[in-house]
């Protein structure tokens, strides 16, 4: 479901570096309580199939680290998380907070295939040393890898008048 923001996509600024790194940081607290939520219900989960004592000693044998389905469960957690609120409401919490959106240019949604190319590309950068964030100081648009890659945009959101 594509939907168009109330503001024109022509007048908000390009959100800057450290905006988006201070939501970054507040994203981070709710993604690490979202992996122990996760984490535990694995286990709840793993001890009924599996008995708690298989359990232990699959865990004190070091199971989980070698667990495939368990990090892929972890990593579509973390990215539904960001695409559900990217796609729906073009803000997480912690951009909520900052007056950050994620949009197109036109001024709607991203989709969910754009949310994927976000999601990965922002890893990557990550593993870049954050050079795709840092990449928005040289950028002529101000853009992140991510943003170009996804063809969006991180802008300021005005404060809403009562």
């Avoid at 286990?43 to 495939?68: C, F, N, Q, V």
């Avoid at 992140?144 to 404060?159: C, G, I, N």
Wanted: charged share 20%.
């Amino acid at each position: 479901m594509i939907r168009r923001f109330p503001e024109d996509p022509n007048t908000l600024p390009i959100a800057p570096l450290w905006r988006r790194f201070a939501a970054i940081l507040y994203d981070s607290l709710l993604v690490i309580a979202l992996l122990f939520v996760v984490t535990a219900l694995y286990l709840a989960a793993a001890a009924g199939i599996m008995g708690t004592e298989e359990l232990k000693t699959h865990l004190d044998s070091g199971g989980m680290e070698r667990d495939p389905f368990y990090k892929t469960v972890l990593f579509l957690s973390v990215f539904f998380f960001f695409a559900y609120f990217w796609q729906r409401i073009g803000q997480t919490l912690g951009m909520q907070v900052w007056r950050i959106r994620i949009q197109n240019a036109d001024g709607t949604s991203i989709t969910w295939t754009q949310c994927l190319l976000r999601f990965m590309i922002a890893i990557l950068s990550w593993l870049c040393l954050g050079l795709g964030y840092f990449w928005m100081l040289w950028d002529r648009d101000r853009l992140t890898w991510q943003d170009r890659y996804s063809e969006s945009k991180v802008v300021v959101v005005p404060l809403r008048k009562n």
